[in-house]
């Protein structure tokens, strides 16, 4: 079994090598309304927001996006390693839960998710794992109504008969996957 960190980890690299290769972080992303650099605001936003409602500061610094998220990802590494913070008992609306659990449970899969809307504002295929994926859809089955709330995920999208499970599961979060056309020659 991973540690908490190792976890954060699987989830906040990937994220990291797609945050690097963006190249224009004015693209709309897949979130309606939302660029690029939205998204990747966003992520930090709610981290911070997050861990300063349990006394921990991640600093904002300034830069491009990609150099604001290095350091940001720098922070929350060495948060994520913090046993005191981590292991703090928290209530939440599903019950007796770890400030660690819940970077878990709803800020790890957010990693998870909103790597795919950075790689696909690029044009970017993106493949979330079948563990990935699984993750994702136990989250979704976990808040149940509670997922559709203002500020987290969309409404679930139809998805088409014999749609991949990655168009299942995102479809789940309110994103519409576009299936690619062949190029012809």
């Keep these: ?11 906040a690299d990937p994220l ?5 290769a963006v190249t224009d972080w004015d693209a709309p992303s897949p979130c309606e309304g939302w660029t690029a650099a939205d998204v990747l605001d966003h992520l930090m936003q709610t981290h911070r ?5 349990h006394g921990r500061e991640v600093p904002l610094v300034a830069g491009t996006p990609a150099e604001q998220w290095n350091a940001h990802a720098a ?3 060495a948060l994520v390693r913090d046993g005191d913070l981590v292991s703090r008992p928290l ?5 007796d839960s770890t400030v660690g659990q819940v970077l878990l449970d709803f800020y790890g899969m957010d990693l998870i ?3 795919w809307d950075l790689a696909t504002s690029q044009g970017e295929d993106h493949r979330l794992t079948d563990e990935e994926l699984a993750e994702v859809d136990a989250a979704v089955d976990g808040y149940g109504q509670a997922a559709y709330a203002p500020g987290i995920f969309k409404e679930a999208v139809p998805v088409a008969p ?3 499970r990655q168009e299942q599961v995102l479809g789940r979060t309110g994103r519409a996957v576009r ?6 020659l």
Excluded: K
């Design 113 to 115: 998710v909103h790597r």
């Design 179 to 184: 299936r690619r056309r062949p190029q012809t």
């Design 162 to 164: 014999g749609a991949s």
């Design 1 to 11: 079994m991973s540690t908490l960190a190792e976890t954060w980890d699987r989830h």
């Design 16 to 20: 990291t090598e797609v945050v690097n």
């Design 91 to 95: 209530e939440t609306p599903f019950g």
């Design 49 to 53: 927001e997050f861990m300063l409602r």
């Design 75 to 77: 922070a929350m590494a």
